[in-house]
Nanobody, 118 residues
Framework: QVQLVESGGGLVQAGGSLRLSCAASGSTFAIVAMGWYRQAPGKQRELVASITSGGSTNYADSVKGRFTISIDNAKTTVYLQMNSLKPEDTAVYFC????????????WGQGTQVTVSS
């Protein structure tokens, strides 16, 4: 079992910055990827950024050049540095972790609200 603890959400003005953190605990030895999703009211949940245990990253087109995902040296905490925030970035952001122990397992954080005012 894996538990995820998210932090860093809040209210920020357009053009500002925010950093989200997600710490995984439990059976973390088999983590192969971590990432961030977001969901705005009335919209589908979408992938924002992901990073594999090998360091490969992937970003949604809407955040490329503004957001940076990173992982700590223990590969159990993932960060999302969000710069040049826009009102359309307003959403609940969810941390996600994937494990492989003979089969794929996926865990989700509870979500943290990010609100960008204009």
């Amino acid at each position: 079992q894996v538990q995820l603890v998210e932090s860093g959400g809040g209210l920020v003005q357009a053009g500002g910055s925010l950093r989200l953190s997600c710490a995984a605990s439990g059976s973390t030895f088999a983590i192969v990827a971590m990432g961030w999703y977001r969901q705005a009211p009335g919209k589908q949940r979408e992938l924002v950024a992901s990073i594999t245990s090998g360091g490969s990253t992937n970003y949604a087109d809407s955040v490329k050049g503004r957001f940076t995902i990173s992982i700590d040296n223990a590969k159990t905490t993932v960060y999302l540095q969000m710069n040049s925030l826009k009102p359309e970035d307003t959403a609940v952001y969810f941390c996600n972790v994937e494990l492989y122990r003979t089969y794929v397992e996926r865990y989700w954080g509870q979500g943290t609200q990010v609100t960008v005012s204009s």
